[in-house]
């Protein structure tokens, strides 16, 4: 659970810096972290059931603000941003593999 409050961390220092970007680009990367945020909440509720209902959403909401605070608290060089996204694609990548590939009698190819 850690982990996917990491990636919400960095899910909202993202979209903090993607509001200078324009509309477009803000509102993709929000309606494709929105859905992500959806599957995870449901695997997560599956996986740990009471756990996560008591303590789990309030660990990943907390998470949320404070990937806001130190979005607007901090100014970092224009390439770490850069960085984070990419961590974030292919973290998501995986985690979409992985819930595919439970999803399916077997692994996939």
Known sequence: ?????????????????RMNEGFLPLLLFFVAMFLKFI??????HNLHKQGYDQKGRWLLAAA?????????????????????????????LLNSYQVLEKATTGPLP
């Open 1 to 17: 659970m850690i982990t996917f409050a990491f990636m919400n961390v960095l899910i909202s220092y993202l979209l903090v810096h």
């Open 39 to 44: 599957v995870n909440d449901n695997g997560l």
């Open 64 to 92: 949320v603000f404070l990937g806001w605070g130190i979005s607007v608290l901090t100014v970092l060089p224009e390439v770490v941003p850069v960085l984070l996204q990419a961590f974030l694609a292919g973290g998501v």
